[in-house]
């Protein structure tokens, strides 16, 4: 579990390796990553947008930016929590993934809130012979 705050709105992340969706052998492993959003402060906020960096194992970089999560926007009151799965293929057994939720209170101010980088490990990485 990984987890980070931002002026009291708490993320929390619990990423796993699904084996079932993935076939290592044409290079294709798929995570899961469950999140969990917890409003603690006294202001209504709403998340508005997303923005990903996955990593993989070659430090191969890929940005996701788009409206909200798993398709809402989700309202949070005061002591409110949301929580979604969602999933992410990597061509590598493992990489990483952080970001940030693009939040709206309101009064319409926005700011970033911190998504708490994760390993992505499918622990089915072959040894390095040399």
């Not at 293929?89 to 939720?101: A, E, H, I, V």
Request: aromatic share 10%; charged share 20%.
């Amino acid at each position: 579990m990984y987890k980070a705050v931002t002026r009291g709105i708490s993320v929390t992340v619990t990423p796993r390796y699904m084996p079932e969706e993935s076939s290592p052998d044409d290079h294709r492993y798929f995570f899961a990553y469950t999140v969990e959003i917890i409003n603690t402060v006294l202001e209504r906020v709403q998340l508005r947008a997303r923005h990903w960096r996955i990593t993989d194992d070659h430090g191969h970089v890929q940005e996701v930016r788009g409206p909200g999560v798993v398709g809402e926007e989700p309202v949070l009151g005061p002591g409110e929590s949301f929580s979604y799965t969602s999933g992410c293929p990597l061509t590598t057994p493992s990489g990483t993934m952080q970001g940030t939720y693009l939040m709206e209170t309101a009064d319409g101010e926005t700011f970033e809130v911190e998504i708490p980088a994760f390993s992505l490990d499918s622990s089915t990485k072959k040894p390095v012979l040399h």
